[in-house]
């Protein structure tokens, strides 16, 4: 079992729909929850990060975190056809000494059709 | 991407021919990592970097060797390629300890 379970897609959804992207994880350890979009043939970018359960909101993008559930999500509010890229979600672990180690989700392909 | 840069952008190879990725960064960062992509697996980290000399395996090393002889440079080799080896190779740079890593633009190898 992956510690990070991702729904591939495809999704696709018409322009000015709202979006809903979700994982699961396993690993209890995990302290920083991330967002990252990916567009064809580019590295990820991230879009968001949060640490403690609850909500985080940035523009159109609101990301959600509960621990209790290992489940986190990311809704886009107004979609656009610009988002339609890979959302990747990730997930942290401190490493003794700093720094920190990421495990991805494998993502999910978001077409926003006009 | 502002700070990383990977080098080749393109490479087709032989199986069992030693390549070697480059990533470089302007940044000084101390952390720095090599995942590869491939459909249906996202992306796994291949080996990181805590600083010069420094270096510790991920989840996917076997058949794969680092080295970082200075701070901006963290070079990935496979000695002797393989097919399976064929993937998009990302680098990426860690300026945030919580999590916010900065990625390259990606090497996407073919081994033939």
């Known amino acids: 079992q992956k510690e990070v379970e991702q729904d591939p897609g495809p999704l696709s959804v018409p322009e000015g729909a709202i979006v809903s992207l979700n994982c699961t994880y396993s690993?209890?350890?995990?302290?920083?929850f991330m967002w990252y979009r990916q567009y064809s043939r580019k590295g990820p970018e991230l879009l968001m990060y949060?640490?403690?359960?609850g909500n985080k909101e940035d523009g159109r993008f609101t990301a959600q975190v509960d621990k209790s559930s290992k489940y986190i999500s990311l809704f886009i509010r107004d979609s656009q056809p610009s988002d339609s890229a890979t959302y990747l979600c990730?997930?942290?672990?401190?490493?003794?000494?700093?720094?920190?180690?990421?495990?991805f989700g494998t993502g999910t392909q978001l077409k926003v059709e006009l | 991407d502002a700070g990383i840069t990977q080098s080749p952008r393109h490479k087709v190879t032989e199986t069992g021919t030693p390549v070697t990725l480059r990533c470089h960064q302007t940044?000084?960062?101390?952390?720095m990592y090599w995942y590869r992509q491939d459909p249906g697996h996202g992306l796994r980290l291949i080996h990181y970097?805590?600083?010069?000399?420094?270096?510790d395996k991920g989840e996917v090393s076997d058949g794969y060797s680092v080295s970082r002889s200075k701070t901006e440079d963290f070079l990935l080799t496979l000695e002797s390629a393989t097919s399976s080896q064929t993937s998009v190779y990302f680098c990426?740079?860690?300026?945030?300890?919580?999590?916010?890593?900065?990625f390259g633009s990606g090497t996407r190898l073919t081994v033939v």
């Open positions: 990426a740079i860690n300026p945030d300890s919580r999590g916010g890593y900065t």
């Open positions: 690993n209890s350890a995990f302290q920083y």
């Open positions: 990730a997930m942290t672990v401190i490493l003794t000494g700093g720094g920190n180690k990421l495990t």
């Open positions: 970097s805590y600083g010069v000399k420094d270096t």
């Open positions: 940044e000084n960062h101390r952390y």
């Open positions: 949060t640490y403690s359960s």
